[in-house]
């Protein structure tokens, strides 16, 4: 069974950091790709960081030079570095995997970034 665990959310002021952690079990994931993606109240989800299987990262400009996702195979773990947090990035982050015939998600952890 696959199951994706987020942890590392919380409770932090503007201009902190907070570093995200999703462990993944069940099968082997090397070949996919994983993401990041949060939700807002009353807004919907909304992608904020992909690395493929060989490494290529990308972000929305909103995170650009703040976020920095990373993975680790051999552990099935995903990464979300986030620095220089604003209030807006308050919301439930996410983490998903996903590759040719598979979409997993994870249940989310809260990060409440205040002003």
């Known amino acids: 069974q696959v199951q994706l665990v987020e942890s590392g959310g919380g409770l932090v002021q503007a201009g902190g950091s907070l570093r995200l952690s999703c462990a993944a079990s069940?099968?082997?994931?090397?070949?996919?790709?994983m993401g990041w993606y949060r939700q807002a109240p009353g807004k919907q989800r909304e992608w904020v960081a992909r690395?493929?299987?060989?490494?290529?990262?990308t972000y929305p400009d909103s995170v650009k030079g703040r976020f920095t996702i990373s993975r680790d195979n051999a552990k099935n773990m995903v990464y979300l570095q986030m620095n220089s947090l604003k209030p807006e990035d308050t919301g439930v982050y996410y983490c998903?995997?996903?590759?040719?015939?598979?979409?997993?998600w994870g249940q989310g952890t809260q990060v409440t970034v205040s002003s």
């Open positions: 998903n995997i996903f590759g040719f015939s598979y979409d997993y």
């Open positions: 069940g099968r082997d994931f090397s070949t996919a790709s």
């Open positions: 690395i493929t299987s060989n490494s290529k990262i």
